[in-house]
């Protein structure tokens, strides 16, 4: 089956650092992949939609400053905490879909745990 | 927000029971998902159901959807101590990006 692929799995960051998570497709050519954030207890909560070789489409309320998508290949996007703060502790997950088109099944990666101090 | 309600909560049932969680949204639909998440853990993707369809079947999981009343269900027959996680519906609005707009989970407890 597709596979998704996350690092780092856990990080720990002091407060101001910037922090980037990858999310890969191992067996597949993503032309979409999805950023969300989970907070303790919560469901996800969809940050931005990643399209290779264009700029990401953030959700309302999301700071594309803040959190800094690249998706430079069909294979890699990259979201990158900026300056992050005790309050950008959270669970983040991405997601791949293989192929373009009226449904595609969503493959989750493993999640990345950030915790900033 | 489009964030879907789901109820119950929390659910906490015996091995052996049935448990089912209700999804509630408000936007029209191209499908519905349901996934499981084990603690900290990613996403597993359970069942599908199209707009167009009423009911759908897979092993112990049975889905119904309504899309009159803008509601989702999910039966687990038979439930075991490995069903234990969260459960969350998820809705696709379809269009170009296939955006998944997650309900807001039930947390079922399958005591042994």
């Known amino acids: 089956g597709a596979v998704v692929s996350q690092h780092p799995s856990r990080v720990i960051c002091k407060s101001g650092t910037s922090v980037k998570i990858e999310c890969r497709s191992l067996d597949f050519q993503a032309t979409t992949m999805f950023w969300y954030r989970q907070f303790p207890k919560q469901s996800l909560m969809l940050m931005a939609t990643?399209?290779?070789?264009?700029?990401?489409?953030?959700e309302q309320g999301v700071e594309k400053d803040k959190f800094l998508i690249n998706h430079a290949s069909l294979t890699l996007s990259t979201l990158t905490v900026t300056s992050a703060h005790p309050e950008d502790s959270s669970f983040y997950i991405c997601?791949?879909?293989?192929?373009?088109?009226?449904?595609?099944?969503?493959?989750f990666g493993p999640g990345t745990r950030l915790t900033v101090l | 927000s489009q964030q879907g309600e789901e109820d119950p909560q929390a659910l906490s049932i015996q091995e052996g029971e049935n448990a089912t969680m209700n999804c509630s949204y408000k936007t029209s639909i191209n499908n519905l998902q349901w996934y499981r998440q084990n603690s900290g853990r990613g996403l597993v993707h359970l069942i599908l159901i199209r707009s167009n369809e009423r009911e759908k079947h897979s092993g112990r999981l049975r889905v119904t959807l309504d899309t009159s009343k803008k509601s989702s269900s999910l039966l687990i027959t038979a439930s075991r101590a490995a069903d234990t996680a969260s459960y969350f519906c998820a809705t696709d609005a379809g269009g170009a990006t296939n955006k998944l707009i997650f309900g807001t989970g039930t947390l079922l407890a399958v005591q042994p």
């Open positions: 997601s791949a879909t293989p192929l373009a088109g009226s449904y595609n099944e969503q493959f």
């Open positions: 990643s399209n290779e070789g264009s700029k990401a489409t953030y």
